[in-house]
């Protein structure tokens, strides 16, 4: 609902709540004593405008619907009680002004997210009248409409709470997929940078590779071997690399251990501490290795962040197993 459209509405029941107030007035002066009923009048128009504008959210503040409700009880108190039964004109009077506006009050109420709230006060305001006149007066003081009106306010109350969750439910999807989006353009260009750089710290040796139209020492051999190692590691390690990480990775192949990545998003969600403290541990774990494989994944929706496992092709088991954290 549109800003317009709200104070629109709320003018329109305002005006209503009003109309009960100003038609009651003047009746003021056929009670017994007019200054309880004044308190009364003031009491209703205190709960009115705080229904109506005392928050801008859907839901009322729980102090200010237990307020409607102790109000939408004292109200009929003051009034009947200043209102002798052979007093109350049956046709065409207002006397009873507070049937109208205490109904409207509690449909506020419950419309606002306290239907409870709604029911008691209007179980409260049928037995007090009925207390005081008798079940004949039910149709002549306006109880019926008083049920009708919050029935209504229930049944909107419950509209609006529905769609509240469903446009809270929407936004929630709607900032998470703006999230992942994020997170997704931030690996990409982070991929990509890192690409630029293997390629870049590579430029040398494939010059030499152009210069020598592909005839390579062994030396440039083993580099260019090192080189394309390095350059899945970047595609496929991610965020289990860091420089030290690198480092370790390098000496390792030079050493003859086949080193592998495969990060699928286990670290993603890890403070800077943690994600650094399981590279300080995957160095160790490289360093500690002599020769044959060893493969560090980062699986996603795993109880672990990344696993750790190191073979010599002579061993019956794995050498090393790790789960961390």
Same mark, same amino acid.
């Not at 052979?86 to 109904?103: A, L």
């Not at 109420?109 to 079940?135: C, F, H, K, N, Q």
């Not at 003081?141 to 469903?166: D, F, K, P, Q, Y």
């Given at each position: 609902?549109?800003?317009?459209? *709200?104070?629109?509405?709320?003018? @329109? @029941?305002?005006?209503?709540?009003?109309?009960?107030?100003?038609?009651?007035?003047?009746?003021?002066?056929?009670? +017994?004593?007019?200054?309880?009923?004044?308190?009364?009048?003031?009491?209703?128009?205190?709960? %009115?405008?705080?229904? +109506?504008?005392?928050?801008?959210?859907?839901?009322?503040?729980?102090?200010?619907?237990?307020? !409607?409700?102790?109000?939408?009880?004292?109200?009929?108190?003051?009034?009947?009680?200043? #209102?002798?039964?052979?007093?109350?004109?049956?046709?065409?009077?207002?006397?009873?002004?507070?049937?109208?506006?205490?109904? @409207?009050? %509690?449909?506020?109420?419950?419309? *606002?997210?306290?239907?409870?709230?709604?029911?008691?006060?209007?179980?409260?305001?049928?037995?007090?009248?009925?207390?005081?006149?008798?079940?004949? #007066?039910?149709?002549?003081?306006?109880?019926?409409?008083?049920?009708?009106?919050? %029935?209504?306010?229930?049944?909107?109350?419950?509209?609006? &709470?529905?769609?509240?969750?469903?446009?809270?439910?929407?936004? &929630? /999807?709607?900032?998470?997929?703006?999230?992942?989006?994020?997170?997704?353009?931030?690996?990409?260009?982070?991929?990509?940078?890192?690409?630029?750089?293997?390629?870049?710290?590579?430029?040398? #040796?494939?010059?030499?590779?152009?210069? /020598? $139209?592909?005839?390579?020492?062994? $030396?440039?051999?083993?580099?260019?071997?090192?080189?394309?190692? *390095?350059?899945?590691?970047?595609?496929?390690?991610?965020?289990? +690399?860091?420089?030290?990480?690198?480092?370790?990775?390098?000496?390792?192949?030079?050493?003859?251990?086949?080193?592998?990545?495969? =990060?699928?998003?286990?670290? =993603?969600?890890?403070?800077?501490?943690?994600?650094?403290?399981? *590279? =300080?541990?995957?160095?160790?774990?490289?360093?500690?290795?002599?020769?044959?494989?060893?493969?560090?994944?980062?699986?996603?929706?795993?109880?672990?962040?990344?696993?750790?496992?190191?073979?010599?092709?002579?061993? !019956?088991?794995? =050498?090393?197993?790790?789960?961390?954290?």
């Amino acid at each position: 609902m549109s800003n317009a459209a *709200r104070h629109l509405f709320l003018g @329109l @029941l305002l005006a209503l709540g009003l109309n009960h107030f100003v038609l009651g007035m003047l009746w003021l002066h056929t009670y +017994l004593d007019p200054a309880p009923v004044a308190v009364a009048f003031a009491l209703y128009a205190l709960s %009115l405008v705080l229904s +109506l504008y005392g928050t801008a959210r859907l839901r009322l503040p729980k102090a200010e619907a237990y307020l !409607n409700l102790a109000i939408a009880i004292v109200v009929p108190f003051l009034v009947l009680a200043q #209102l002798p039964v052979s007093e109350y004109n049956h046709s065409g009077s207002y006397q009873t002004w507070f049937v109208g506006g205490v109904s @409207l009050v %509690l449909a506020i109420t419950s419309a *606002r997210g306290y239907p409870v709230l709604g029911w008691i006060g209007t179980g409260a305001l049928w037995l007090e009248v009925i207390s005081w006149g008798g079940v004949g #007066l039910i149709t002549t003081t306006g109880l019926i409409g008083a049920l009708l009106m919050v %029935l209504t306010a229930w049944a909107v109350g419950r509209g609006l &709470r529905s769609t509240e969750a469903a446009a809270a439910e929407y936004h &929630r /999807q709607a900032a998470e997929l703006q999230a992942r989006t994020a997170q997704n353009l931030a690996r990409r260009e982070a991929g990509q940078r890192m690409v630029e750089s293997v390629l870049y710290s590579g430029l040398p #040796l494939l010059e030499r590779i152009r210069d /020598q $139209a592909g005839e390579l020492s062994d $030396a440039d051999r083993a580099e260019a071997i090192l080189l394309e190692s *390095r350059f899945r590691d970047e595609i496929q390690g991610q965020k289990l +690399l860091s420089d030290g990480v690198r480092l370790a990775t390098r000496e390792a192949r030079k050493r003859g251990v086949e080193v592998s990545f495969n =990060d699928e998003g286990g670290m =993603d969600q890890l403070a800077d501490d943690e994600a650094s403290a399981i *590279r =300080d541990s995957i160095v160790q774990a490289l360093n500690a290795t002599a020769s044959g494989k060893i493969h560090i994944a980062a699986p996603a929706g795993e109880s672990y962040r990344v696993s750790i496992v190191a073979q010599r092709p002579e061993a !019956n088991g794995p =050498d090393l197993w790790l789960r961390l954290p």
